[in-house]
């Protein structure tokens, strides 16, 4: 089966600037997430659909940050303004029901490493 | 809040032997716990999960165990291979969501 697809791969950017990120997760994964991963660090969640609807972003930084989920398969990430401390992997990734542990996990994109100079 | 350690210093191990990576949870108890393995520049790739009522678990190669009242769970990998290099990431699940870890960076030496 198709992984999840995400896209660009690279982005650079000056702070103050604005970014897109777009996601196409595993046909059928009714929960999608994005989270941000710093250097050495792990991911951290940002926000997580289910279907089109937010099930939480209790830490997406929405003064900069904002998440849709359309028609409740592709959704995009996008920062406006960005900041330096932007700087990270974008990593989407889906799954089936994360309430009901399985033995297949969260399958992840390849994620967008965005530079903030 | 919630708080999950990995070693952070990287395992360096020769190929053949076996390799243990810790993870350290507290202020929550997981009903189950996942590992994951990250190559650079790729997504985290899904590998066992085990459940809170569960007190061992095997893949292959791969055994991981999970003890509620340490509030740990142990990865090991044996048999080791230079193919086995990677980050490897905990992730308890608590509060409705999947908490990683910083991962613990594996280098298997021929």
């Known amino acids: 089966e198709a992984g999840v697809a995400q896209s660009p791969r690279y982005k650079i950017i000056e702070k103050r600037q604005s970014v897109a990120f777009w996601c196409n997760p595993i046909?059928?994964?009714?929960?999608l997430y994005w989270y941000q991963q710093i250097l050495g660090q792990g991911p951290k969640l940002l926000i997580q659909f289910q279907n089109n609807g937010v099930v939480d972003d209790s830490q997406l930084p929405k003064d900069r940050f904002s998440a849709e989920r359309l028609k409740g398969v592709d959704s995009t990430l996008k920062i406006q303004p960005a900041k330096l401390e932007d700087s990270a992997v974008y990593l989407c990734a889906s799954s089936l029901d994360p309430t009901l542990p399985t033995n297949y996990g969260y399958t992840f994109g390849s994620g967008t490493r965005l530079t903030v100079v | 809040s919630q708080k999950i350690e990995q070693n952070s210093e990287a395992l360096n191990i020769q190929e053949g032997k076996t390799a243990t990576l810790t993870c350290n949870y507290t202020?929550?108890?997981?009903?189950?716990l996942q590992w994951y393995r990250q190559d650079p520049g790729r997504g985290p790739v899904f590998l066992l999960l085990?459940?809170?009522?569960?007190k061992e678990k095997r893949k292959e190669r791969l055994k991981v165990t999970f003890d509620t009242t340490l509030k740990q769970s142990l990865f090991h990998i044996t048999a080791s291979q230079p193919a086995d290099s990677a980050t490897y990431l905990c992730?308890?699940?608590?509060?409705?969501?999947?908490?990683f870890g910083a991962g613990t960076r594996l280098a298997v030496h021929p």
């Open positions: 085990i459940r809170e009522n569960e």
């Open positions: 992730a308890p699940w608590g509060y409705n969501k999947l908490i």
């Open positions: 046909s059928g994964h009714a929960t």
């Open positions: 202020n929550y108890s997981p009903a189950y």
